[in-house]
Each structure stands twice: as C-alpha cells, then as structure tokens.
Nanobody, 125 residues
C-alpha cells in the first residue's frame, strides 16, 4: 500500500501562488498514475489534474492555464504549481495514485486507490 503525504498548502490572497507537494512511500509497483483532487466544504471531490508515467497531463477546465502538475519520478514526488489563485480554489487538496503503465490517467476519484490526508488551501479575496 502506498502512503502519500501532501504539503505546501496555506492561506494566500487572490492572485497569489502556491506549490503543493505529495511524497509517496511504501509502494511496490513500478508505474503509477498520479493526480490531484480537491474538495470544498459541502461539495464532492473534484479532479484537478493528472499525470502519467509518460508525463501526459490532463487538467480540469478550472485548472487550465493556471495550474501545472509535474512529478519527480526519482523522488516519487508529485507537484501542483498553482498561480492566479481565486477564492473559488479554496478547498482541501488531495493527491492520489494508482498503479498504471498506460498513457492516460483519468481525473475520476473512484479510479484511484491510494490517497493522502490532504492539505488545505485558502484563498482570500
């Protein structure tokens, strides 16, 4: 079972930037899909972005042009660079992984089988 630990959340003003990290440990698979999700109070978990072992990326419309997902495979670490943050980006952000060697990684929460505890991002206007 993979253990995931997110970090980098915090409180910022609108227009600001944050970089989230997700460190993985304990996994035995060689290849993974990795993704970021977020959940605001009272809402469902929303896929933000995903990345494959080939570095193919997929973004939610709300993240396109503002967020960048990346990974350091040697460190088993996933990143989410967030810029031009808006109050509606306020949420708990989670990373998730699933062993997968294919090129396409979905942003459906039910597809992933390992999750971190989350890191809070709060954007003020």
């Amino acid at each position: 079972q993979v253990q995931l630990m997110e970090s980098g959340g915090g409180s910022v003003q609108g227009g600001g930037s944050l970089r989230l990290s997700c460190a993985a440990s304990g996994g035995t698979a060689t290849y993974y899909c990795r993704a970021w999700f977020r959940q605001a109070p009272g809402e469902g978990r929303e896929g933000v972005a995903s990345i494959s072992i080939y570095d193919d990326t997929l973004y939610a419309d709300s993240a396109k042009g503002r967020f960048t997902i990346s990974q350091d495979k040697s460190k088993a670490t996933l990143y989410l660079q967030m810029t031009s943050l808006k109050p509606e980006d306020t949420a708990m952000y989670y990373c998730a992984v699933r062993p997968w060697s294919g090129p396409d990684c979905p942003t459906r929460a039910d597809w992933y089988n390992s999750w971190g505890q989350g890191t809070q991002v709060t954007v003020s206007s």
